[in-house]
């Protein structure tokens, strides 16, 4: 399993002004974070809670499903494209990118063991979108079009300029081509695939997208490339049944979830950066950054009171941004904390040649890059104590789907119980929707015509 320390939190570590006394808390929560514990696994079953990622591990039909077409479907492809924003990306972005070989979409057939190449394209950026395309070949390219409300106008745009050169290239063929993932019943998505003929996986009811990483959205692309779905599920099981323990003293999620609330409310640490010692976990923080901004940055209270809260959350790399945000993080104002995510056993042992000895560095000679990360990851640690500056350190033995599993569902949860903690629904984001509604009606779609003439107003008064 993976492993939680959070002495660098502790006032006996970075003193009273910007510690918590760790166990002086966990104590005083005990009760609270027992019911929050008990209540999330009495409703994950219940319709309209938006729990049910809670059993997404469980899924035995969707992963039987997912792996039979990933079998009828091998050997056909030469690429995988997917179309999705959001919570229908990142998660596979940040799956794929850990647990395939570096550099994987570089690397031979035969390196690749026969699978596919994989891109993500979760953006809308005309250059790129073009770019792309202009040196894909469409004929042998899977598209996987990932949207659960079916009408994501970033998504099904991508979908319609595709769509377009597949049928162009393809004729009537092209629809083997696509396979949708969408809601079961509802959505233009799901109009338009059964019009079609495109194969589809379902995003199951009361799954928000941005912890919709384990259901088809992910693992779907997941088997396309030969990632083994059934480790990840595996870890996903083992870490929902410890996460299930109602003692915070035994339960990871909870602690941190504490943690990083108390952090926020009683020592004014607003901020949370999240810091991997691994090029492999790089775009983890980028999964992690929409689930927590996301699920947390709300405006009311669930009685419906303001409050306008919710924690900052900023990507970083270890080793990298050591030497881009670091001097920030020590001397700069004391209102973050830091999680960093280290890894015990790396796939690959490094060692540095002993060479220049006769020079200031001749001491890195039989020495490995394991060594020296570590090194850089501990030193960053203490720097920060004795800056008086908090931080919690989440420690995966390796990088596998089993772990990768368990680190994402431990956050997912984690966001879950913060949620209580702040006393807001960590599951839905009313501040997103405002800003779709202004591009519907900037794009010219059907009844936000009144919209259109009152952002057009807006827009010539901002001018």
């Not at 049910?52 to 479907?73: D, F, H, I, P, R």
């Not at 395309?133 to 595709?162: C, H, P, R």
């Amino acid at each position: 399993m993976i492993k939680f320390d959070c002495k660098n939190i502790d006032i006996q570590t970075i003193g009273f002004e910007n510690g918590l006394n760790i166990e002086e808390e966990f104590n005083n929560y005990s009760n609270q974070i027992s019911a929050i514990i008990s209540d999330l696994n009495k409703r994950k079953d219940s319709r309209g809670e938006w729990l049910q990622w809670m059993n997404l591990g469980y899924s035995e039909e969707t992963a039987w499903y997912v792996k039979e077409y990933a079998a009828m479907v091998q050997g056909r492809f030469d690429n995988i494209l997917i179309l999705g924003i959001g919570g229908s990306a990142l998660g596979g972005i940040a799956v794929t990118h850990a647990l395939l070989k570096p550099y994987w979409n570089l690397l031979s057939k035969e390196q690749r063991n026969g699978f596919p190449k994989i891109f993500f394209l979760d953006n809308i950026d005309p250059d790129a979108i073009t770019s792309l395309l202009s040196f894909m070949d469409l004929k042998k390219t899977l598209v996987n079009v990932i949207t659960k409300s079916g009408d994501t106008l970033e998504t099904m745009a991508q979908y319609m300029i595709v769509k377009d050169l597949l049928e162009k290239e393809l004729g009537d063929d092209y629809r083997k081509n696509i396979v949708a993932t969408t809601d079961m019943r509802t959505g233009i998505l799901r109009q338009i695939a059964e019009q079609e003929g495109y194969k589809t996986f379902v995003v199951p009811d009361d799954v928000g997208g941005r912890f919709s990483v384990f259901s088809a959205v992910g693992l779907l692309p997941f088997a396309l490339v030969g990632i083994d779905i059934d480790e990840i599920r595996a870890g996903i099981k083992d870490m929902d049944l410890a996460l299930k323990n109602t003692d915070i003293h035994n339960n990871v999620a909870a602690q941190n979830a504490l943690i990083h609330y108390l952090m926020d409310i009683k020592q004014g640490k607003n901020i949370t950066v999240m810091m991997p010692y691994s090029s492999r976990l790089k775009f983890v923080p980028d999964w992690f950054a929409h689930l927590w901004a996301e699920s947390l940055g709300k405006n009311e209270t669930l009685e419906g009171v303001n409050c306008h809260i919710g924690s900052t959350p900023v990507k970083a790399l270890g080793v990298t941004d050591q030497y881009s945000q670091m001097q920030l993080y020590n001397d700069g104002p004391n209102n973050k904390i830091i999680d960093f995510i280290r890894v015990e056993e790396f796939d690959n042992k490094l060692e540095i040649p002993k060479i220049f000895e006769y020079t200031g560095i001749g001491y890195l000679g039989g020495k490995t890059m394991n060594n020296l990360m570590n090194a850089e990851a501990d030193s960053t640690r203490v720097t920060l104590a004795d800056h008086s500056r908090p931080s919690v350190t989440v420690t995966l033995p390796k990088i596998d789907g089993y772990h990768i599993a368990q680190l994402l569902y431990m956050y997912e949860v984690q966001t879950a119980i913060a949620g209580a903690l702040y006393n807001v629904n960590a599951f839905n984001q009313p501040g997103v929707e405002q800003a779709k509604n202004y591009t519907y009606a900037l794009m010219g779609r059907a009844g936000y015509e009144d919209s259109a003439e009152s952002l057009k107003l807006k827009m010539s008064v901002i001018q």
